[in-house]
């Protein structure tokens, strides 16, 4: 079974931001697989880099979108966004130190820290674009 499910909850109304949280949680549920087959310590590594860079890749359309669309709460999900970074660069760095993974523990800890972006700050954007392009 997949780590995280797809919800409809989850779409923000705008289809290029859409296709990338689906292609995210698709990456992240891979990792999970992955390591569920016995995946070797540089593979979990290299997917984590690959997981990073598509997350930052990510993280600047949406802010492109926010700008654009002149969204008031740019500053605040900004924030998150780099908290979130800051975050997964610390898990990052743990793996490189430890030399090791904890599958469980990295698992669950992709899985909160996408979920609970995806259902706050991201789910303000799809009450925000309907507003938008209903006005
Ligand atoms: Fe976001
Ligand atoms: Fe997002």
Request: charged share 25%; proline share 0%.
């Given at each position: 079974m997949s780590l995280i499910e797809w919800k409809e909850a989850y779409s923000v109304g705008v289809a290029e931001v859409d296709l990338e949280h689906r292609g995210l949680i698709d990456l992240i549920n891979d990792l999970h697989a992955l390591m569920g087959k016995g995946a070797t310590y540089e593979k979990v590594v290299d997917t984590l880099g690959e997981i990073y860079?598509?997350?930052?890749?990510?993280?600047?359309?949406?802010?492109?979108f926010m700008r654009?669309?002149?969204y008031a709460g740019y500053s605040s999900h900004k924030e998150n966004h780099e908290e979130l970074l800051d975050e997964l660069r610390d898990i990052m760095d743990r793996v490189e130190d430890d030399g090791s993974f904890e599958e469980?523990?990295?698992s669950?800890?992709?899985e909160r820290w996408f979920t609970v972006h995806f259902?706050?700050?991201d789910a303000k954007l799809h009450?925000?674009?309907?507003?938008?392009?209903?006005s």
């Open positions: 860079a598509q997350i930052s890749a990510h993280f600047a359309l949406e802010e492109k654009t669309s002149r469980q523990r990295l669950a800890e992709l259902s706050t700050h009450g925000f674009e309907q507003k938008h392009q209903s």
